[in-house]
């Protein structure tokens, strides 16, 4: 028999349980794709060799694995089971998976952080990005969710929540410590970063309506060139900002409203429009006129060798069929 600590839902019935598995599996999917296609274009336009393009990068690799590790997260649990448990001997690999979740969540909120914050200095202050900031962008996005994802260890918390592994929820915890982990250890961090966040837009947005009303002298004109062309990069922190702060916030006030709420629905709800914003990474980065143009390119070469070498191959054989012909004409000249 399983411990009690390893029950997952105390709430969720099975049929219930193996719906949430197909939402969470369907989620993930969408956001590994999206994540994938994003980093696809980056090295099919060979655009990581500039600083903006490469926090585009940063920011698709760690959704990426987040969203890997939300489709693996369902692996350890046991759908054979009422209440829903753990499977026998996958304690340890729940709590990695648990911990993996949490990390590559916070590491995707950093690198959506990090965008704002690079806009917002060229937005307000006119730095120029460039290669002197790369080792802060890497040290920022995956250096920096280390100091913060392992708390929940402190009290053994990651493992069994819902239909798949994270923070424990009140049915494998007390109340008490599954609200100090998953919103003080979790929400409430992720909440404050996209506040940030919809602060740095707010003023970068303002700053960039502005700007057709400011003097617009050489040195402006720069500026301004600058911000065009990060500002596409917006795009997915902004969506994923409203739709998290949206997310957390109608997870408090229901909270509120019901203190007996099944936790993992809200949490179901949460992850499942964190990998609907994903769909804007690629989009953000196609949205770059430069980027169309060196895809656009690439397609055109792409094409024109496909051309070439089917003419190549055609020439051969023409040439081919006229030298054996050539060849059956001279013997049989030789023999008159």
Same mark, same amino acid.
């Given at each position: 028999?399983?411990?009690?600590?390893?029950?997952?839902?105390?709430? +969720?019935?099975?049929?219930?349980?193996?719906? #949430?598995?197909?939402?969470?599996?369907?989620?993930?999917?969408?956001?590994?794709?999206?994540?994938?296609?994003?980093?696809?274009?980056?090295?099919?336009?060979?655009?990581?060799?500039?600083?903006?393009?490469?926090?585009?990068?940063?920011?698709?690799?760690?959704?990426?694995?987040?969203?890997?590790?939300?489709?693996?997260?369902?692996?350890?649990?046991?759908?054979?089971?009422?209440?829903?448990?753990?499977?026998?001997?996958?304690? =340890?690999?729940?709590?990695?998976?648990?911990?993996?979740?949490?990390?590559?969540?916070?590491?995707?909120?950093?690198?959506?952080?990090?965008?704002?914050?690079? +806009?917002?200095?060229?937005? +307000?202050?006119?730095?120029?990005?460039? #290669?002197?900031?790369?080792?802060?962008?890497?040290?920022?996005?995956? +250096?920096?969710?280390?100091?913060?994802?392992?708390?929940?260890?402190?009290?053994?918390?990651?493992?069994?929540?819902?239909?798949?592994?994270?923070?424990?929820?009140?049915?494998?915890?007390?109340?008490?410590?599954?609200?100090?982990?998953?919103?003080?250890?979790?929400?409430?961090?992720?909440?404050?970063?996209?506040?940030?966040?919809?602060?740095?837009?707010?003023?970068?947005?303002?700053?960039?309506?502005?700007?057709?009303?400011?003097?617009?002298? #050489?040195?402006?004109?720069?500026?301004?060139?600058?911000?065009?062309?990060?500002?596409?990069?917006?795009?997915?922190?902004?969506?994923?900002?409203?739709?998290?702060?949206? =997310?957390?916030?109608?997870?408090?006030?229901?909270?509120?409203?019901?203190?007996?709420?099944?936790?993992?629905?809200?949490?179901?709800?949460?992850?499942?429009?964190?990998?609907?914003?994903?769909?804007?990474?690629?989009?953000?980065?196609?949205?770059?006129?430069?980027?169309?143009?060196?895809?656009?390119?690439?397609?055109?070469?792409?094409?024109?060798?496909?051309?070439?070498?089917?003419?190549?191959?055609?020439?051969?054989?023409?040439?081919?069929?006229?030298?054996? #012909?050539?060849?059956?004409?001279?013997?049989?000249?030789?023999?008159?």
């Amino acid at each position: 028999t399983m411990e009690a600590n390893n029950s997952s839902s105390c709430n +969720i019935g099975v049929g219930e349980a193996k719906q #949430h598995i197909a939402i969470n599996s369907a989620f993930a999917v969408l956001g590994t794709l999206a994540s994938a296609s994003a980093i696809l274009l980056v090295l099919v336009t060979r655009a990581y060799r500039k600083y903006v393009y490469r926090l585009t990068l940063y920011l698709a690799i760690t959704s990426l694995c987040s969203a890997l590790a939300l489709g693996f997260a369902v692996i350890p649990i046991d759908l054979d089971t009422t209440p829903i448990l753990l499977k026998d001997g996958w304690n =340890a690999t729940c709590t990695s998976l648990g911990y993996l979740n949490q990390y590559f969540g916070f590491s995707s909120i950093f690198a959506s952080f990090w965008i704002c914050l690079n +806009i917002f200095a060229v937005a +307000i202050f006119g730095v120029k990005l460039g #290669h002197r900031l790369d080792y802060v962008g890497p040290v920022v996005v995956f +250096i920096l969710p280390l100091l913060v994802s392992w708390v929940p260890f402190i009290d053994n918390a990651f493992g069994p929540t819902g239909v798949w592994c994270w923070i424990k929820d009140r049915c494998s915890m007390s109340v008490a410590d599954a609200i100090k982990f998953q919103f003080g250890a979790s929400f409430g961090p992720f909440a404050v970063l996209y506040l940030s966040s919809l602060f740095l837009i707010a003023v970068i947005i303002l700053r960039f309506c502005a700007g057709s009303l400011c003097d617009r002298g #050489h040195l402006q004109q720069k500026k301004w060139a600058a911000l065009k062309e990060v500002m596409p990069l917006l795009i997915y922190p902004t969506a994923c900002s409203l739709v998290s702060v949206t =997310a957390v916030l109608t997870i408090i006030i229901f909270g509120a409203m019901k203190p007996n709420m099944d936790g993992s629905v809200a949490t179901l709800w949460v992850i499942s429009s964190l990998q609907v914003a994903k769909v804007f990474i690629p989009l953000s980065f196609l949205l770059h006129p430069s980027v169309r143009r060196k895809l656009a390119s690439r397609i055109h070469t792409v094409q024109k060798d496909e051309n070439s070498l089917f003419s190549t191959t055609s020439t051969g054989v023409n040439t081919a069929a006229t030298s054996k #012909h050539e060849q059956d004409y001279l013997l049989s000249s030789r023999k008159n």
